[in-house]
């Protein structure tokens, strides 16, 4: 980095499918000077989010010098260019080269990356994952993803569509996904399908969930995976089940990543991972029971939380900075 | 390779399960000067091999100059010191340092690798991976193993583990493999399980498979993949079920690894590949279904046959030249 001034920042900006944020680390530095995050105002387009996100980028540059700008995406990235695919949950991404719009705009260099790879990237440089030249970050939440480091460098596939645990079949008879097959790691283990699982059998089982249903006043449509997880540290058995099974099926995913590629470490992130000690058990169990006894692997939880996608937005501006 | 005298030779060296190997290239070039291939004895050591296998490497070498040797060796290796860990089907090889044995004994660089590691480098440099940066070998026979290329490099794994799609389990209330899982890929799609299917289906419904039976003269103890794929081929309905359901199965476990690795391509070799196209139909239908319609990736068949391990042990010992 022997030409960018100490004095300059670097920008961080994480455009997520509800929520954008901004933050800005100096350089050479380790905590944030300023970040700022705010929601996507419902029924946004890109062009609502993009200007939303100048305006609080201007907000935590405060005038500064840029050095570099990393952009972490809520969705499929060419990350060669910098060129967004498109958006699963704002529309007007498509095919926009948010990259050299950046780059026009700030006249700094700019990198542009899938969230997930980026928060893999974060966790390695800057989080749970720091030191271990391989690993594999999924995120659960409203979907399940993920993001690989290997060999100390991020590993995006033949065409950038690598890390797509929720969609590696673990049960063929298992329930339909919305991407059409049955018994995705993302059908059986994210958060709104967890939900709708157990909604789905609490209406078959009127004796069944009573802890749950006290938890949400017998509104069953108000069911998410956090309560799930309420009601199963309190004992409901029915919660414990649903809870159970999910950790499982995402753990017979993770015992198989672990056959094919061997991988030394697994770095769980997302909120469905704060489900506590009985969810972590499934996933462990359910992984080792999967692997060969051979395989050697450790999973354990992310470090940066929701903010592995700014750490990582910093990681590849900082590698454009010590290339260029 | 600019010590190395072109009249010396490299040799390559394969230690199967039940068949030894051994075969020269003299360096530069691309065709086999001689090679040699004889079956290991039934209830053979580890020492009893090594010594076959020192006599049939005579005979190729012809009294020349060795510049280097590498060792394709069937079952789990240190590629980093070239030391065996054991072999599945030949005892006495329990943490043999091979390469140093070989490096004192021939006085020249030695390198060894896992069977399914060097055949997968020996499709990368000379087969049906020439060109290609990341593929995935699979090899299908008595069993079911892999081998990765990525980013032009083999890539074995935190501990040298990776690879064992086998092992993955797609259907987890599929009958139970050796290895103590229900429906890996491995128990569902090698040869011996395809046979052991067959004939426990036969037994229950005697109505059934005609002209399997017919092609084994009713001896089901004589039915194996290969019978299985010669009745498809002459349209017996029970065989081509068969051999659907396992070519369905590896489709499965490669559409998974699509998803979470997107490597370019699939290359696909062993005795059970050559089952027709059937079989191939099946594999490339599961596959894509199992695949997001975003990952793009082709499956070929393996262009070495037998050879690959060979041609592997070469790119091996080529890289151990060029480095030093």
Same mark, same amino acid.
């Given at each position: 980095?022997? =030409?960018?001034?100490?004095?300059?920042?670097?920008?961080? %900006?994480?455009?997520?499918?509800?929520?954008?944020?901004?933050?800005?680390?100096?350089?050479? !530095?380790?905590? *944030?000077? &300023?970040?700022?995050?705010?929601?996507?105002?419902?029924?946004?387009?890109?062009?609502?989010? %993009? $200007?939303?996100?100048?305006?609080?980028?201007?907000?935590?540059? +405060?005038?500064?010098?840029?050095?570099?700008?990393?952009?972490?995406?809520?969705?499929?990235?060419?990350?060669?260019? @910098?060129?967004?695919? =498109?958006?699963?949950?704002?529309?007007?991404?498509?095919?926009?080269?948010?990259?050299?719009?950046?780059?026009?705009?700030?006249?700094?260099?700019?990198?542009?990356?899938?969230?997930?790879?980026?928060?893999?990237?974060?966790? /390695?440089?800057?989080?749970?994952?720091?030191?271990?030249?391989?690993?594999? /970050?999924?995120?659960?939440?409203?979907?399940?993803?993920?993001? *690989?480091?290997?060999?100390?460098?991020? *590993?995006?596939?033949?065409? @950038?569509?690598? #890390?797509?645990?929720?969609?590696?079949?673990?049960?063929?008879?298992?329930?339909?996904?919305?991407? #059409?097959? &049955?018994?995705?790691? !993302?059908?059986?283990?994210?958060?709104?399908?967890?939900?709708?699982?157990?909604?789905?059998?609490? &209406?078959?089982?009127?004796?069944? @969930? &009573?802890?749950?249903?006290?938890?949400?006043?017998?509104?069953?449509?108000?069911?998410?995976?956090?309560?799930?997880? +309420?009601?199963?540290?309190?004992?409901? /058995?029915?919660?414990?089940?649903?809870?159970?099974?999910?950790?499982?099926?995402?753990?017979?995913?993770?015992?198989?990543?672990?056959?094919?590629?061997?991988?030394?470490?697994?770095?769980?992130?997302?909120?469905?991972?704060?489900?506590?000690?009985?969810? *972590?058990?499934?996933?462990?169990?359910?992984?080792? $029971?999967?692997?060969?006894?051979?395989? /050697?692997?450790?999973?354990?939880?992310?470090?940066? #939380?929701?903010?592995?996608?700014?750490? #990582?937005?910093?990681?590849?501006? $900082?590698?454009?900075?010590?290339?260029?």
């Amino acid at each position: 980095m022997g =030409l960018v001034s100490t004095d300059s920042v670097i920008l961080a %900006l994480d455009f997520g499918g509800t929520k954008l944020a901004a933050a800005t680390l100096k350089v050479g !530095e380790r905590r *944030w000077q &300023q970040t700022k995050r705010v929601l996507s105002p419902p029924g946004a387009g890109a062009s609502v989010d %993009l $200007q939303i996100m100048r305006a609080i980028a201007s907000k935590v540059v +405060q005038g500064q010098k840029i050095a570099a700008i990393g952009v972490s995406f809520g969705g499929p990235v060419d990350a060669q260019t @910098g060129t967004v695919r =498109l958006s699963h949950h704002v529309p007007g991404w498509e095919n926009t080269p948010l990259q050299q719009l950046l780059e026009n705009e700030y006249q700094v260099p700019v990198r542009v990356d899938n969230d997930a790879n980026v928060a893999a990237l974060g966790e /390695y440089c800057f989080g749970a994952g720091q030191g271990c030249d391989s690993l594999f /970050y999924i995120t659960v939440s409203t979907g399940v993803g993920g993001g *690989w480091i290997i060999n100390g460098k991020p *590993w995006r596939g033949a065409d @950038g569509m690598a #890390g797509e645990i929720g969609h590696t079949v673990v049960d063929p008879a298992g329930p339909e996904c919305l991407c #059409g097959k &049955q018994g995705c790691v !993302e059908r059986l283990a994210s958060g709104p399908y967890m939900a709708q699982q157990a909604r789905e059998l609490l &209406q078959m089982n009127p004796q069944r @969930g &009573q802890g749950l249903r006290d938890l949400v006043k017998n509104d069953l449509n108000a069911i998410t995976a956090q309560s799930i997880a +309420q009601a199963a540290a309190s004992g409901d /058995y029915f919660a414990r089940e649903i809870l159970e099974k999910a950790g499982e099926a995402l753990g017979v995913g993770i015992g198989n990543v672990a056959n094919i590629m061997n991988p030394y470490r697994f770095i769980l992130g997302g909120g469905v991972t704060k489900s506590g000690s009985l969810f *972590w058990q499934a996933v462990k169990r359910a992984a080792r $029971q999967t692997a060969l006894p051979e395989v /050697y692997f450790e999973i354990i939880p992310a470090a940066l #939380g929701d903010e592995a996608p700014l750490w #990582g937005a910093i990681a590849i501006a $900082q590698d454009v900075l010590s290339c260029g």
